[in-house]
T-cell receptor, first 112, second 118 residues
Framework: AQKVTQAQTEISVVEKEDVTLDCVYETRDTTYYLFWYKQPPSGELVFLIR??????QNEISGRYSWNFQKSTSSFNFTITASQVVDSAVYFCALSGYSTLTFGKGTMLLVSP | EAEVAQSPRYKITEKSQAVAFWCDPI?????LYWYRQILGQGPELLVQ????????DSQLPKDRFSAERLKGVDSTLKIQPAELGDSAMYLCASSFGRAQSVSTDTQYFGPGTRLTVL
């Protein structure tokens, strides 16, 4: 069975601070994909990134960056210079040869 | 930009009543998913369709839940009778691929239906 752990339940930062959301996963599949989704208060899950298990290159997209380390089974997400609009629940998810499994999410609160 | 549509956005019902949710996936997406998300948790898959066929409904409480995607496009999820524990967000998602690529495809989610059972 696959499992995703997001140990941080809630993080509070002040605008312009950098923040890292942790994600640790467990799977027996040799090929798998990792995802991050953002869920604002409106409820819709917004896709942010997909990374396959063979690509350990870090990725940067604007203020967002992702650090995939297969050796530690982690796929962490960093927001640089956070903004109030970044306030949301962020989910890490894993899929292999079975269904997409989500972590419990990390609520990020960015205050002005 | 193509989106997954869901209705209604909010539904309040009394226990033992029937409720139905509708989902229209992104055009051309073969696979459709229904998830349930309890407050403070991540979404959990209820049922997965590929075209009009059910691929996985192992987590669907079949004594009270039913789902259909008759023409392989839009889909309806029904609960009858609703129970207090069914209060949750019901999310629909779709992805483009079929067969072996399904589990690796990116899923795109709709806005969800927030159900409250009184």
């Amino acid at each position: 069975a696959q499992k995703v752990t997001q140990a941080q339940t809630e993080i509070s930062v002040v605008e312009k601070e950098d923040v890292t959301l942790d994600c640790v996963y467990e799977t027996r599949d040799t090929t798998y994909y990792l995802f991050w989704y953002k869920q604002p208060p409106s409820g819709e899950l917004v896709f942010l990134i997909r990374r396959n298990s063979f690509d350990e290159q870090n990725e940067i997209s604007g203020r967002y960056s992702w650090n995939f380390q297969k050796s530690t089974s982690s796929f962490n997400f960093t927001i640089t210079a956070s903004q109030v609009v970044d306030s949301a629940v962020y989910f890490c998810a894993l899929s292999g040869y079975s269904t997409l499994t989500f972590g419990k999410g990390t609520m990020l609160l960015v205050s002005p | 930009e193509a989106e997954v549509a869901q209705s209604p956005r909010y539904k309040i019902t009394e226990k033992s009543q029937a409720v139905a949710f509708w989902c229209d996936p992104i055009s051309g997406h073969a696979t459709l998913y229904w998830y349930r998300q309890i407050l403070g948790q991540g979404p959990e898959l209820l049922v997965q369709f590929q075209d009009e066929s059910v691929v996985d409904d192992s987590q669907l409480p079949k004594d009270r839940f039913s789902a259909e995607r008759l023409k392989g496009v839009d889909s309806t999820l029904k609960i009858q009778p609703a129970e207090l524990g069914d209060s949750a967000m019901y999310l629909c998602a779709s992805s483009f691929g079929r067969a072996q690529s399904v589990s690796t495809d990116t899923q795109y989610f709709g806005p969800g239906t927030r159900l409250t059972v009184l």
